[in-house]
């Protein structure tokens, strides 16, 4: 009975979330005022990033990355932002946590009414600790992801990104990574 009951109101709610999401896509559409990359937009985001693969400065490693960001619009198109880094790399031995602050620039690209590639310039300072020793250093990021519009203050987005790590051990990574976020 109880499981009947949920399947109601879980239902009202994507019927609810759909109607919402088309009649917002429209809104997307018009642009002006309250556009995604408009001057004084402010744009809260969660990077998210998991990939396995090759890093230069060793083995193969599985990483996931979390990154909370505060991005605002000096003018049509043109970001500035800030960003704090979580992250843990699973590997061989004892696993790293890594936590960091960064600043970051960016430039938001229309493509056409609902989708935009948003590039990115970050440079951040990290400190990681393996368990059997620690270290600091500065790390440059370049993002590319592509945003879908979903609603006129939502979007989602993934796409490839480059990070440098500048330090003791100097290592690129590849990566695809993913964001969700809104804007005001």
């Known amino acids: 009975m109880k499981r ?5 109101p879980a239902l009202a709610l994507v019927a609810g979330l759909i109607f919402t999401v088309e009649a917002s896509a429209q809104e997307v559409r018009r642009g002006g005022v309250g556009r995604f990359g408009s001057a004084g937009e402010i744009v809260l985001s969660s990077d998210l990033s ?8 060793g083995d193969g490693q599985f990483f996931i990355v979390l990154q909370p960001a505060g991005d605002y619009f000096l003018k049509e198109n043109l970001s500035l932002g800030g960003y704090v880094t979580l992250a843990t790399v699973f590997q061989e031995g ?9 600043v970051r620039g ?79």
Do not use: C, K
């Not at 440059?140 to 993934?158: D, K, N, Q, R, Y």
């Open 106 to 184: 960016g430039y938001n690209i229309w493509l056409n009414e609902t989708v935009s590639v948003w590039p990115r310039l970050g440079l951040g300072v990290n400190h990681e600790d393996y368990g059997i020793g620690d270290r600091t250093f500065l790390s440059i990021s370049l993002e590319a992801p592509f945003l879908v519009h979903l609603t006129s203050s939502f979007f989602i987005g993934a796409g490839p990104g480059l990070i440098t790590e500048l330090g003791d051990d100097t290592s690129a990574t590849l990566q695809v990574s993913t964001l969700l976020g809104g804007h005001f």
């Open 50 to 57: 998991g990939s396995i693969g090759y890093r230069s400065a």
């Open 4 to 8: 009947n009951g949920m399947q109601w």
């Open 94 to 102: 004892p696993n790293a946590v890594q936590a960091g602050l960064g």
